[in-house]
């Protein structure tokens, strides 16, 4: 695919307007508070993997209206000290897999949670094993259109409360230093990631890489590919539904949660990626923290000649070299 989006020069300048509902706030405060009055952890069961040099964990912890959301916890063998925590959110229509699939972060030496997609795991990976519940409001059988109608029953509302419940659920857990905390995903996990950093003010840092749910409208008039095409697809059926779907997708927009971030943040992009269009990422990226009232610390790679998988290794290897100095004591 050649480059279609907006010149590097110019996506350095992107800042484009949201239309963000007045009540973006409050509606987030209440959902997280609701989903706050009761403990996360619900259980943790060691599992064995067949590695020698990483203990496993299957964590059970509560999530949106307090269902049952499956993790993976992992870190090194040996030694007791607290570690900082890296929490990772996975793509779409993954699930969190085998628990020996995602071992970067254990073997770079620290804590890791990969959290389960409620109600996706059917498209690729080795599955998952959350359910959602939450699924009679109308909208198309895909994540992205479950629930697309209604803020209140919009898929994305209930799987960012899942994720910032997963930060809370690893900070209660053993041998871990609750005080660093990172949040880490690509492509639907970066969008989760984002609003993440949207909505916990003292993570330590966030990896976002070609993140999902960025410049949505904008988006769904570049491309027809993965999940924006999924609503693409559901408006050409529905015809006239789109005023209800602009408004709830504007709830779960990534700048919106970007400009209210505070945490150091470090992005990453494929400027020839039609999933996730660039001009979306950077987007995000240009008003990150312009609400925090400070100017946090951040930086973005591009790579021109590479789409979705961006920068793949090079790039896993630049995010290493930062959570370093992030978490430094």
Known sequence: MPAFDLPLTELERHRPDIEEPADFDAFWLNTLKEAGRADPLVSVRPVETGLRLTRTWDVTFRGFAGAPVRAWFSRPAGGGEPLPAVVEFAGYGRGRGLPHERLTWVNAGYAHLLMDNRGQGDQYGCGGETPDPHTGAPGGPGPAVRGLLAPEEY?????????????????????????????????????????????????????????????????????????????????????????DAWRTLSYV???????????????????????????????????????????PRREIHAYPFNGHEGGDAVHVRRQLDWVAGVLAP
């Not at 470090?266 to 400070?294: I, K, M, T, W």
Request: with cysteine.
């Open 253 to 295: 927009e990534g700048v919106s949660f970007a400009r209210r971030a505070q945490a150091p943040a470090h992005f990453g992009v494929g400027l020839r990626d039609v999933v996730c269009p660039p001009s979306g990422v950077y987007a995000a990226f240009n008003r990150y923290g312009e609400l925090a009232g400070a100017d």
């Open 155 to 243: 898929h994305y509302r209930r799987l960012i409360t899942d994720a910032v419940r997963a930060v809370s659920a690893v900070r209660g857990l053993p041998g871990v230093d609750a005080g660093r905390t990172v949040a880490v995903g690509n492509s639907q996990g970066g969008g989760v990631a984002l609003a993440v950093a949207g909505l916990v003010p003292d993570l330590a840092g966030v990896l976002v890489t070609a993140p999902l749910l960025c410049g949505i409208r904008r988006a769904l008039d570049l491309t027809d590919a993965g999940p924006y095409g999924e609503i693409a697809a559901y408006l050409s059926v529905h015809r006239g539904a789109e005023r």
